[in-house]
């Protein structure tokens, strides 16, 4: 009986030797998997030679599991340039694409003898700059007289140029964006323009200003015949963590904006930005479809703002599809697009002379916060280097 005895407590003993072995592993298992203290939770690597541990499959239990919410991974959000940093970048990048036209009307007013041939070599260079005819003609006109009836009072030739730029590009508008709605509703921009000017991006890139501007936005996806345009808008909204209202492929532009207006209020987010089509080809037809959107936008909320978008590089056919789309909506402001590609940046004062509304913004750059507020002096500073 004692031996039957000592065997038992010998087996009982390495019973307990190995429930202990068990447990001591689990615990040096679990502690080697806690997140340091205060940091994040990280796996500690093998210690040289060792194998790495797999983790245990997992093992189903009887009891029933409750439900698993998933939360999706937040997108990592992206920050907006704020605005002071944004201005000083965007100055210089003005001044690049700009100063050629500056300099030469600098150099010709600064010759000893102002002579007809070089007035006519002033006025060459104002026209090749866009500015227009008739701004052309009453900036030379006002120059003549300064330079002649003030003579040397009338300061330096930079200085005379720089005051008399300022004036044609009228620093009296106002141009700040209307995105205050009445009344806690929304402001509703509406954004026009044929395709391929920037009209997209320029939603993309104001939406990140107000974003920076602790604004709550909404975009809605209106141009709703190019797929294309719908994603890019979304992929705009994602990065800033702006939502974006869209609707299928082909759908009605003036529903997508009807919903996207309707929970904006709803909602109560500041601005809604609206993204339209623009194809031109056929103006009844843009002007039914445009006329529709702002309709039905209206039954939510009025529209705060009408903000065309040109590209700088097209010239005269930019001024061409400024008059059409005035003729169609009430343009409020102008974005004056892809100016760092452009010498010409005298179509500022053709346009807004033209339309009688000012420029906004300007675009300039294909970079996510390459948009600027338009600014009078800085822009005569930047043509004058
Ligand atoms: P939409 O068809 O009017 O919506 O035009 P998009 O927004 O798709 O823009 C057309 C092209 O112009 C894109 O390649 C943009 O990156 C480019 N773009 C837009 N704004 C600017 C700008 O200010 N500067 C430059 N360089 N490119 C721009």
Redesign the pocket.
């Known amino acids: 009986m004692d031996f039957l005895g000592d065997w038992l407590y010998l087996i009982i003993g390495i019973a307990v030797v190995g429930v202990l072995a068990v447990a001591g592993l689990l615990a040096g298992g679990r502690s080697r998997s806690k997140p340091p203290s205060g940091g994040t939770d990280v796996i500690a690597p093998p210690r040289e030679g060792e194998a790495p541990v797999e983790a245990p499959p997992e093992v189903a239990t009887e009891e029933p599991s409750a439900p698993v919410e998933v939360e999706p991974a937040a997108p990592t959000l992206e920050k907006p340039e704020g605005t002071a940093s944004r201005l000083v970048r965007l100055r210089q990048r003005l001044s690049r694409s700009q100063s050629g036209l500056g300099k030469g009307l600098l150099a010709l007013l600064s010759r000893d003898r102002l002579d007809e041939d070089t007035w006519e070599d002033i006025e060459d260079t104002l026209l090749t700059a866009d500015i227009g005819v008739a701004p052309t003609q009453e900036l030379v006109e006002r120059l003549r007289t300064r330079m002649r009836v003030e003579g040397n009072d009338a300061g330096t030739p930079r200085d005379v140029l720089r005051e008399e730029l300022v004036n044609l590009v009228d620093p009296t508008m106002d141009r700040r964006l209307a995105i205050t709605g009445a009344d806690g509703q929304p402001g509703v921009v509406l954004v026009v323009?044929?395709?391929?000017?920037?009209?997209?991006?320029?939603v993309g890139k104001i939406s990140r200003i107000l974003v920076a501007d602790d604004r709550s936005v909404l975009l809605g996806a209106a141009?709703t015949f190019r797929a294309a345009?719908v994603e890019?808008l979304a992929t705009w909204g994602e990065r800033v963590g702006v939502p974006v209202v869209r609707g299928p492929e082909g759908s009605d532009p003036a529903s997508v904006a009807f919903e996207a207006v309707k929970r904006g209020v709803e909602e109560n987010y500041d601005v809604v930005l609206v993204d339209t089509a623009?194809r031109l080809q056929n103006k009844a037809g843009l002007m039914d479809e445009l006329g529709k959107v702002k309709r039905v936008i209206e039954k939510q909320a009025p529209v705060t703002e009408v903000l065309l978008?040109l590209d700088a590089t097209t010239g005269q056919n930019g001024m061409i599809q400024a008059r059409v789309f005035s003729e169609i909506v009430d343009v409020s402001g102008i974005v004056l697009?892809?100016?760092?590609?452009s010498a010409k940046g005298g179509i500022v004062v053709a346009v807004q002379r033209e339309l009688g509304v000012p420029v906004k913004l300007v675009?300039?750059?294909?970079g996510a916060d390459?948009l600027a507020p338009f600014d009078p002096e800085a822009f005569v500073d930047a043509l004058l280097g």
């Open positions: 323009g044929v395709n391929g000017a920037g009209k997209t991006t320029t141009d345009a890019q623009g978008v697009t892809k100016l760092d590609g675009g300039l750059g294909e390459d």
